[in-house]
């Protein structure tokens, strides 16, 4: 089973996002900002991660370039989910690692077809 890790700081995100992923068959562990996240994939680096742009302590961007740092070789699937809708944001996460961008609000479609996209789903 394809194991996701959410991470962002709002609980209702993590709470809508966690509903949509168990509904398609996923395992899912959630993270309240970047810190907490790299700790949780130190632990047990999940398949995937739905990561927020915006978080206090440590933002997705700083984490996605920790985790792709990360020297034990395994490369999650990144989704960034956040509202930084710009060219330039964009462009900055593409080029940190993520493998696609989802903008909030989303719903269970978009999130499905972007699993599609980058492999995680069929």
């Known amino acids: 089973m394809t194991r996701f890790l959410v991470v962002d700081d709002s609980g209702v995100i993590r709470k809508v996002a966690r509903r ?6 996923y395992a899912v562990n959630e993270a309240v900002d970047g810190e907490d996240a790299l700790q949780a ?40 989910c956040t509202t930084e809708s710009d060219f330039d ?7 940190k690692g993520a493998d696609e961008y989802l903008f909030k609000p989303f719903d269970q479609s978009t999130l499905e077809s972007k ?5 995680i789903a069929p």
């Open 115 to 119: 699993l599609s996209m980058t492999g």
């Open 89 to 95: 944001h964009i462009a900055a996460a593409m080029e």
């Open 20 to 25: 949509m992923l168990e509904s398609l068959g």
């Open 41 to 80: 994939c130190l632990g047990d680096m999940p398949d995937a991660v739905l990561l927020d742009w915006n978080m206090p302590n440590m933002d997705g961007l700083t984490f996605l370039e920790a985790l792709r740092a990360s020297p034990n070789g395994t490369r999650p699937k990144v989704l960034f």
